[in-house]
């Protein structure tokens, strides 16, 4: 549409309103398009210069610039920093032709200024680049030295007085633009420059009235316009930096507001804001509560009102507005003029010397005695206006008012004003008055005025005094508060009910309500002892007081929610007084919600609102509700604001009770057709009727308390009504914009609710206040439908938190069958689906940006779904096609960068998330990331440009963070289809082509598709991670950034850039060390440079040598790997120092993850064990972490990384020792202690890796047993707590501290090894000692597995037994297993102990260390003690193990330790085994425990020598025959026990052939043995003969069997 052409057209009119207000209109529209504003500029930039000599055209086009800068500030993505070089040159180029043409000079000069003030708002980033020529151009515009200023004098006629006025008026006004918009470049020295035009500019104002005396009047308004100027930029800056100027300043402003040179008796607008918000209802000012509030703002008494309007100043094009105001309407300059000099006057007042306050004071006083009738009262105003704002300055700077002189003359000044027939002045009175006693702040001074208050109530009789000293005696308490004033509460409150009920005024009643409303308030818990009569006061007034006299009515209504909030909780009570009090209070409610006038019923539901906060029970929600519900569609705006905020109360509380009845209501409306109350709650509820508000409300405050209460009820009904908000959402989000349509809500609903709603459905959205049913109604507007995107996003959030159902179609289905009413978000999937979709490929910017939010949101939770019908597949495959339709309208050309940045995001999700599973669907959204890595490619100058550079750099890092986490994502699939190997062949040798048949995504297949751009790729990785780094250097490294920027980011917008580098350089770094770890380090930059457009290869090149001069091809492979090791050590270390808190967690996970990648590669770990500090380093800040960051993910991705720096040092110390020997063949040195501690022992904490380790993982194994530190369990706060389990995550992570603890000694020399071994095997036993706990399935917990292996590695580690610490070694190893021996004793208190992982540790150093260091007597005693204690458990799984552990004890090769074991340990096996005869075994683990110990017993005959094989024979032989059963007994025996006797008897078919000898002795002694042994072979053989007759084919192997037994006997 030519809108925008009908709009500039106007720019050229000759009336300067219109100019401004297309201006204004040109500002609106690219604020809403921000795409327009960059075109918009540069046209107008081109226009301007091509019609310099129309005045209207400079005028016109500068203003629409200006305006067009000062929305800058609300597009987020900002122009392009040249933009401010151009409109500097514009506006430079038009002062400095100003003077050359007289018709245009005015102009010229005009609109020069104007930009210049419009460029500062766009901040430091920008005007620092112009700094320098501005503060010349300032100093310029002002006369030097007062010789030059009468030369001007004496020199200028009228028209060119007039020029200079308006450009230094400019000046100023730039200035003040300045100081505003960039408080950070305000450095001493800049101030000080900006102190010499300023202050030429207050000495020219002296000079001024006679300048106009001498060319005429008309120069008047440029001279007040300069001086309103240097008001306002006074006020801005620091009063220190004008002190000189005092004097000559305060003149000049006294005499602008007592109206000395003033013939009109103009007065300030700012009285109003200045008395106290809340004593609005004395003045009626409560009208600009209401929808006309420009209307009624006029028709107050003494209002600026109207009045405002851009031509009067047209600075106010680029300031940011007023909240609330929609167009900036600054006031007539000679209200404005009063308006800056009385808020200067406030600023400057508490830096004056007492003496020139008392003088002032006193000047007031005689000002308003001089003045007469209008003018006195004009006057007045503004030196009430003065005194209020200097007074509010001093409580602001903590100062007092002055001796007891000033007092008394500003209480003279006040307490005069008290009588005056003015209610304003009364007001302003009486806030003074207060002010004054908060500054003054001494109890005499307040006692003293409130009893000349007090006084004057006692004997005066008309309206006027007693008004203005009620209110006095409010304010006192309003300001002193409670405990100042309490003394005079009783006299206060008497005084004041006694006027309240004076009938004949109501004026009085107002006035005394209101007053004592403010004391109530201001006095808290000290007057609950007024409660009562103040309370039956108020109802006999509500119920006297004709409804006519709406003032007085409000104030009762007042006092009533100030009684209420001083009862408090109390109101909960049941006590007769409580009850009696509450009734009252209900009563009074309810006679004010009947009144007629809008503003008590608004009193009585913030009344019953701070009633519901106290008494919820008491309160009846039936009734309230319901009238809350009409209220809502009311004609005012403080009901309906009223009525929103209560029900953001009880929404919060009670959001089910609250729709409930807002349902009933409505359908009782519809029942009976009432055509008397118009409520349009329809199906969708109150929930509709708040999304419809949310698009005809503008009120901010409204607006954010419907929002507020949406929240509150989603929060709580969303996931029990999950269809019912869907649906909401959905009809909002899918509402077409053709305004004919009956409303949004007709799309999509159901045939039979279509009938029941037609008559409803065009009421839904109109507004009811004069019943007029001709309005269309409003299609949901874009921030109603960004708000429901948003509401649809935190469903899911809610859902998440719920059930687990929510996310699991079958679960979900089969809840559904059971309770058809249960509603599941996976149900709705399309839906979510479909909305995200119209959201995201929406025309409206935001809303785009809320779809896409709800997209990822949306792949992110349901990417895991199975979908039951078709297993192997996920439920999200079926969207395929509609993810990527809302995608690839974001990789459009004039789509705006922060959209783009966003869709790249959800494109790696949904990558990533393994849904896909066609590899033409994924080539799809893979195209997509390609075509935006050209674009990233393509340079920093490219394309032409709409937004800020820093939006190219959000851009292009959103591009390569994508790509780094599809690349991450795709080696993770890769790695893990490389550890299954059988697949990858099935899958390479599929060829391209069959891809779509088969339905499997083949492994390797994202992996190719980031191949081909891998060169590239990890060129730009590495780029931006070097931009990174330096952009995280601190200030004072500044000089070391390059001067023309980095890969991806320029010079100006570094600020803004810093923040997008922040969020995407965790994927990068890890795409990164993934990329170097499987290729990188072998491959250098120089092959991949050839490919670079010249303009990258200067900046990747200069970004890539900053530290040395070299050329980038002369580096060499190893440097280059140095560099990029440096680089990422460098960032990583960067962060984990100081992460912080607001960090994501998928950052410190990121950063983690790939710095243990990088040290998976041989290169990455020589460099890092070669510089130990490094690691040293490392390992600190990895702690520092861990004290912050609590996650368990997070620890145990720490102990990864510390694991690889401890195995890179041990890989590095290892060579060096081989090196070593290799030299000591060669010749026979001595031999150098390598490792850590040398051959002194020490370890110096700082340089010593060992040292970090140590303290790192001691930190974490506190930090999960916190019993093993002394320091801990001694501690006050400590509560020693039972033995719990550890849980999985915490198992594991000590389980991966104990490894690398048993690490640690391999990194030191033998001494070394002394120094860190006690501190080492204490907290391996302890562990053992806190984690061997029993559980039920017999699990060995992974912390007590590490534990042995740790001891294991560290008693068979032979480099630490050295000649030199060989003593130590043998006392350490004994007091080890002493202490292991003293924590497997039994305790009472303690959870059963596992016996056989403290048994398998022991028996581990009967293994591993010789029997010189274990052969003590005292140990063995514990050995066989421990042994003997689980030999006789009741548990036979214990016994079980306890046997194989004595077996390999036995089997020892060294006798000398096996022996005596043997001898003490043998006789309880053999007592054991024997015992079972009686006992036989009921299940399997008894069986198996008695073959255990069989075999043991079998493994000592077969150690015993030839002579004294019979002896041991014949303890086993008859224990094995004791174990068989007769036929009978077989037949009916156990599973088991059946077991034992077939086991029994193949291990005496096998033991006889093995000694025959020895075999036949012993059944030659024993007859009965030897016929119970051939009885049950023969029925053995028997009842195999009948399997193999059943069983056709022929047993071979039992054939010899049978031999062997026929040769035996």
Same mark, same amino acid.
């Given at each position: ?44 930039? $081109? ?17 629409? @610039? ?67 020529? @501005? ?8 006369? =030097? ?171 106010? %094009? ?64 503004? &030196? ?122 109501? $004026? ?131 009901? =309906? ?344 062949? +099935? ?217 690889? %720096? ?47 380790? @140590? ?77 061997? %706990? ?67 540790? &022991? ?201 062997? +037994?026929?040769?035996?006997?």
């Amino acid at each position: 549409i030519g809108l925008l052409e009908t709009v500039t057209s106007v720019l050229l009119h000759p009336s300067m309103a219109a100019r401004l207000a297309a201006a204004w209109c040109l500002r609106c529209v690219a604020v809403a398009l921000p795409y327009q504003l960059t075109p918009l500029l540069d046209r107008c930039a $081109e226009r301007l210069n091509n019609l310099k000599t129309s005045p209207e055209a400079v005028s016109g086009y500068s203003f629409a @610039m200006a305006a067009l800068l000062g929305g800058v500030h609300q597009c987020p993505l900002g122009i392009p920093h040249a933009k401010g070089k151009m409109v500097v040159s514009i506006a430079e180029d038009l002062l400095r032709t100003a003077s050359q043409n007289s018709r245009l000079s005015l102009p010229r000069t005009q609109a020069g200024w104007l930009l210049f003030g419009a460029l500062m708002t766009l901040g430091p980033s920008v005007v620092r680049y112009h700094l320098p020529k @501005m503060l010349l151009l300032w100093r310029n515009v002002f006369p =030097r030295s007062l010789k030059e200023l009468e030369a001007e004098k004496a020199r200028g006629d009228s028209f060119t007085w007039q020029v200079t006025l308006e450009g230094r008026a400019g000046a100023l006004c730039a200035m003040r633009s300045f100081v505003a918009h960039c408080p950070e470049l305000l450095t001493e020295d800049v101030i000080r420059k900006l102190m010499t035009p300023i202050e030429c500019a207050m000495t020219m104002m002296s000079h001024i009235p006679s300048v106009t005396k001498a060319h005429g009047a008309h120069l008047k308004a440029s001279a007040a316009m300069v001086r309103l100027r240097l008001y306002d930029i006074l006020a801005l800056l620091p009063p220190k930096t004008y002190e000189a100027s005092f004097n000559a300043l305060l003149r000049e402003l006294v005499a602008e507001f007592t109206l000395t040179d003033n013939s009109a008796n103009t007065t300030t607008s700012l009285l109003r804001s200045l008395c106290h918000y809340d004593d609005s209802v004395l003045l009626g000012s409560w009208l600009q509560e209401t929808d006309h509030k420009s209307i009624e703002d006029q028709l107050q008494p003494n209002s600026a009102s109207g009045s405002g309007a851009l031509e009067h100043d047209p600075s106010s %094009i680029y300031l940011r507005i007023p909240a609330g105001e929609a167009v900036p309407g600054p006031l007539p300059l000679g209200v404005s003029v009063i308006d800056a000099s009385v808020a200067l006057f406030g600023v400057v007042f508490p830096h004056v010397s007492y003496k020139h306050r008392l003088q002032m004071l006193d000047h007031f006083a005689e000002c308003i005695k001089q003045a007469k009738g209008v003018r006195q009262q004009a006057v007045q105003l503004n &030196i009430f206006t003065a005194v209020l704002s200097a007074l509010k300055g001093l409580a602001e700077n903590k100062s007092t008012l002055g001796p007891e002189e000033v007092r008394k003359s500003a209480l003279t000044l006040v307490m005069g004003a008290l009588d005056n027939p003015n209610p304003i002045l009364r007001c302003a009175a009486g806030e003074a008055l207060g002010r004054m006693a908060q500054v003054v702040g001494e109890a005499t001074f307040i006692a003293r005025m409130a009893q000349y208050s007090f006084d004057k109530l006692k004997s005066a009789r008309d309206v006027v005094s007693r008004t203005g000293h009620s209110l006095a005696l409010g304010c006192l308490h309003r300001y002193v508060g409670g405990i100042g004033s309490g003394q005079h509460l009783k006299t206060s409150v008497s005084i004041l009910l006694a006027l309240a009920q004076d009938g004949t005024s109501p $004026e009085v009643q107002t006035w005394s309500l209101h007053s004592l409303a403010l004391i109530v308030d201001s006095s808290g818990p000290m007057y609950r002892g007024y409660v009562e009569p103040t309370l039956s006061l108020v109802l006999t007034l509500l119920l006297t007081v004709p409804p006519s006299h709406t003032e007085v009515h409000q104030c009762l209504g007042r006092c009533l929610g100030a009684i209420i909030t001083t009862v408090g909780p109390e109101l909960q009570g049941n006590g007769a007084t409580i009850s009696t009090i509450r009734s009252s209070c209900l009563v009074g409610c309810a006679i004010m919600q009947d009144h007629s006038d809008s503003l008590v019923q608004a009193a009585a539901i913030s009344c019953l609102q701070q009633l519901h906060m106290f008494a919820p029970r008491h309160v009846n929600l039936s009734s309230l509700v319901p009238s809350l519900c009409v209220h809502l569609c009311s004609s005012h705006l403080l009901l =309906r604001r009223a009525a929103v905020a209560c029900l953001r109360q009880l929404a919060q509380r009670e959001a089910a009770e609250v729709c409930e009845y807002a349902m009933s209501m409505a359908k009782n409306a519809s029942d009976k057709e009432s055509s008397d109350i118009n409520v349009n709650i329809t199906e969708t509820g109150l929930e509709g009727v708040l999304f419809g508000m949310l698009d005809r409300e503008t009120d901010r405050k409204l607006c954010s308390d419907i929002h507020d209460t949406l929240g509150h009820m989603l929060s709580s009904l969303a996931v029990d009504k999950l269809s019912h908000w869907l649906r909401l959402c959905k009809d909002v989000l899918a509402a077409s914009n053709d305004m004919t349509t009956a409303g949004p809500m007709g799309g999509s609903k159901d045939e039979e609710s279509e009938k029941k709603d037609e008559m409803d459905d065009d009421t839904i959205f109109t507004t009811h206040g004069d019943e007029d049913k001709s309005k269309p109604s409003v299609a949901p507007r874009w921030a109603t439908r960004v708000f429901a995107a948003e509401c649809l996003c935190r469903v899911i959030m809610l859902c998440e938190n719920t059930h687990k159902a929510h996310f699991d179609l079958a679960i979900a289905r089969s809840a559904k069958l059971k309770n058809p009413k249960s509603d599941f978000l996976v149900l709705h999937l399309s839906d979510l689906i479909r909305m995200a979709f119209m959201a995201a490929t929406d025309h409206s910017n935001q809303l785009r940006m809320a779809g896409l939010q709800a997209l990822e949101d949306i792949i992110k939770k349901f990417a895991l779904v199975a979908e039951p019908e078709f297993p192997g597949h996920v439920i999200l495959e079926q969207y395929q096609a509609n993810v990527g339709a809302a995608l690839r309208p974001a990789f459009s050309q004039d789509t705006p960068s922060d959209i783009t940045a966003k869709a790249c995001q959800v494109c790696s999700t949904w990558i990533g998330s393994g849904v896909v599973s066609d590899l033409n669907d994924l080539r799809r959204v893979h195209n997509l990331l390609v075509s935006s890595l050209d674009k990233v490619q393509a340079g920093k100058g490219s394309s032409s440009q709409l937004y800020r550079e820093s939006a190219t750099t959000m851009e292009k890092l959103a591009v390569l963070k994508a790509w780094a986490e599809v690349y991450v994502v795709a080696m993770k699939i890769k790695k893990e289809a490389d550890s299954k190997p059988e697949k990858v062949v +099935k899958c390479t040798e599929d060829d391209e082509d069959d891809y779509s048949t088969t339905d499997e995504l083949p492994p390797d297949s994202l992996i190719t598709l980031v191949q081909p751009e891998l060169p590239t790729l990890s060129r730009l990785w590495l780029a931006a991670l070097k931009d990174y780094a330096l952009l995280t250097l601190p200030p004072e490294f500044a000089s070391q950034l390059p001067p023309d920027g980095g890969a991806f980011y320029t010079p100006e917008t570094i600020d803004t850039a810093r923040l997008h580098y922040r969020n995407s350089w965790a994927p990068i770094l890890h795409a990164v060390a993934l990329w170097l770890n499987s290729t990188g380090f072998s491959t250098s930059e120089s092959t991949e440079e050839v490919t670079q457009s010249s303009s990258q290869k200067h900046s990747l090149s200069s970004a890539l040598n900053q530290a040395s001069n070299t050329s980038p091809v002369s580096k060499s492979l190893p440097e280059i790997n140095k560099d990029r090791m440096h680089l990422i050590l460098g960032v990583s270390i960067q962060f984990f120092c100081s992460p912080r808190p607001e960090e994501p967690i998928e950052h410190v996970t990121s950063c983690l993850q790939a710095l243990h990648t990088l040290l998976d590669s041989p290169c990455a770990r020589t460099h890092i064990a070669e510089d130990q500090l490094i690691g040293v380093e490392l390992l600190n800040v990895l702690h520092r972490l861990l004290l912050t960051w609590d996650p368990p993910s997070v620890q145990l991705l720490v102990t990864a990384v510390v694991q690889q %720096i401890v195995r890179a040092a041990q890989d590095y110390l290892q060579e060096k020792r081989n090196t070593q020997n290799e030299d000591d063949r060669k010749e026979k040195e001595t031999d150098v202690a390598l490792g850590e501690g040398n051959d002194h022992g020490g370890l110096v904490p700082g340089k010593s890796l060992v040292f970090a380790a @140590m303290e790192l993982l001691m930190f974490i194994l506190v930090r999960h047993l916190p019993q093993l530190s002394t320091k801990v369990v001694d501690s006050p706060s400590h509560a020693p707590n039972k033995l719990q389990q550890l849980s999985e995550e915490s198992a594991r992570l000590v389980a991966a501290t104990i490894t690398i603890l048993s690490d640690l000694p391999s990194l030191c020399s033998p001494e070394g090894c002394m120094t860190i071994l006690p501190t080492i095997l204490y907290l391996i036993t302890r562990v053992l000692k806190e984690t061997a %706990i029993k559980s039920v399935d017999n699990q060995i917990p992974p912390p007590v597995s590490a534990g042995l292996q740790g001891i294991k590695t560290i008693v068979t580690y032979t480099l630490a037994k050295t000649d030199r610490t060989c003593r130590q070694w043998t006392t350490l190893i004994r007091s080890t297993l002493a202490s292991i021996l003293e924590y497997s004793e039994p305790e009472d208190n303690k959870p059963a102990l596992d016996e056989v992982s403290m048994l398998t540790a &022991i028996v581990l150093f009967l293994w591993s260390a010789s029997a010189e260091i274990i052969g003590v007597q005292s140990l063995q005693d514990g050995c066989v003690k421990r042994f003997k204690h689980a030999l006789k458990s009741s548990d036979p799984w214990v016994q079980a193990k306890c046997y194989q552990l004595l077996l390999s004890v036995f089997q020892h090769s060294n006798r000398a330790l096996s022996t005596p074991y043997i001898h003490s340990l043998a006789p309880i096996l053999v007592e054991n085994l024997k015992a079972v005869e009686k006992k036989r075994p009921a299940s399997s683990a008894e069986l198996s425990a008695v073959q255990e110990g069989i075999k043991v017993l079998e493994t000592l005959v077969a150690l015993g020598e030839e002579q004294n094989r019979v002896q041991l024979l014949v303890l086993l032989v008859p224990t094995l025959i004791s174990y068989l059963l007769d036929e009978q007994a077989f037949a009916s025996a156990s599973t088991a026990s059946k077991g034992l006797h077939e086991f029994a008897l193949q291990d005496l078919m096998r033991i006889g052939p093995l000694y025959p000898h020895a075999f036949k002795t012993v059944m030659g002694a024993a007859p009965e043995l030897k016929a119970q042994l051939e009885t049950a072979v023969r029925s053995s053989q028997a009842s195999k003969a009948k399997a193999a007759a059943r069983q056709p084919a022929p047993m071979v192997h039992m054939a010899p069997t049978i031999k062997l +037994k026929t040769s035996f006997f």
